[in-house]
């Protein structure tokens, strides 16, 4: 069965300390992952995917298929970078059936 | 671009009532994705219409059924409701099927009491 886990619910850390909000999965296949994310008052938006390989907002995500982990990080965080962030997976045969983790709360304090 | 546009913003219904909720996708989005997030969860996967027809389903019972337009809009309908359906039900459209850049609505926040 898919499954996304996100062991943290919040996550606290200082500005300009580094941060990594972690995500494990579970899928029988090649599935792509992503992550979301949740400003306040704002809808759910991509922040990046694994096929993009690219680096958003200063994050950057690895896949690690040995490990089934794709974990985001930041060198050094913002305070804007506040908010909920969920992983979510989408085999490829599941098109738009994404399955996505219970989300990690980040709090960026100054 | 009005992006991903559902109504109403917020309703509460009462144990056993029907409740529909509506979603316009993205201009140039074919394909339409509906969400139940509960509290504190992330975003479950209910079903996805595309041609005006369901083409995939999530593990929700029959008392979730939708539509989709010629005009590529949606509707969620919810029968018989249940108090553990208050949820934040989300709209995505995208292009395609399978295309797998999502716009997500904000969502319709339904109470059941």
């Known amino acids: 069965a898919q499954r996304v886990t996100q062991p943290e619910k919040l996550l606290s850390v200082f500005k300009g300390a580094p941060v990594e909000l972690k995500c494990n999965y579970s899928?029988?296949?090649?599935?792509?992952l992503f992550w979301y994310v949740q400003y306040s008052r704002q809808r759910l938006q991509l922040l990046l995917r694994h096929i993009s390989r690219e680096s958003i907002k200063g994050f950057t995500a690895d896949l690690n298929k040995g490990e089934t982990s794709f974990h985001l990080k930041k060198p050094f965080a913002q305070e804007e970078d506040s908010a909920m962030y969920y992983c979510a997976l989408s085999g490829h045969n599941y098109g738009q059936n994404f399955v996505f983790g219970p989300g990690t709360r980040l709090s960026v304090l100054p | 671009d009005a992006g991903v546009t559902q109504s109403p913003t917020h309703l509460i219904k009462t144990r056993g009532q029907q409740v529909t909720l509506r979603c316009s996708p993205k201009s140039g989005h074919d394909t339409v994705s509906w969400y139940q997030q509960a509290l504190g969860q992330g975003p479950q996967f209910i079903f996805q219409?595309?041609?005006?027809?369901?083409?995939q389903r999530g593990n929700f019972p029959d008392r979730f059924s939708g539509h989709q337009f010629p005009n590529y809009s949606s509707e969620l309908n919810v029968n018989a409701l249940l108090l553990g359906d208050s949820a934040l039900y989300l709209c995505?459209?995208?292009?395609?099927?399978?295309?797998?850049?999502?716009?997500f609505g904000e969502g319709s926040w339904l109470t059941v009491v």
């Open positions: 995505a459209s995208s292009i395609g099927q399978r295309g797998n850049t999502i716009y």
């Open positions: 899928y029988s296949g090649s599935p792509e």
């Open positions: 219409y595309y041609e005006e027809e369901e083409r």
